[in-house]
């Protein structure tokens, strides 16, 4: 995904749903297996709005399930990050060039696992091991300009 920087003044992000195209998909290759067929995914963008991704972000923050009024108290602390370097008036997500000067703001990683296996257990181990494995040791590394400070692993 490529995230834009505009120029300009603009009304604070409040409420406009926004627009975040896929740039790239990259397919996993599967094993041969008569049950498994690998392709790529084929949703190619997100739509979002402010609430639902301050909510996300608050939840990235947390490996573990968060007390409600902890959060709320989350969620509030990312909408001051993001909504002043997003305006409310366009269709398609970007930051504006207030964020290019803005040392608060952080890259979230995320990993996609599958399984096979027919157990809660099982399927649980999968997503643990790939955050473990996969997002862990690249927390607090610098990606471009910013530091990668959240992650999540979603399973399927």
Known sequence: MT?????????????KQKQLAVEQING??????PLIIG?????TEMLFTPAELYGAMAQCSSRAKMDQRAARAQVQMCRHLIARHVDDKNDRFALLGTARRSEDLFVALAESKATKGASRAAFTKTIRDGYKEQ??????????????????????
């Open 3 to 15: 995230i834009e920087f505009l120029r300009g003044p603009a009304t604070m992000w409040k409420a």
């Open 28 to 33: 996993h290759n599967a094993k041969p297996h």
């Open 39 to 43: 392709r790529a995914p084929e949703n």
């Open 135 to 156: 997002v862990e040791p690249y927390l607090r590394r610098k990606i471009g300009s910013w530091v990668a400070s959240h992650g999540y692993a979603v399973g399927s």
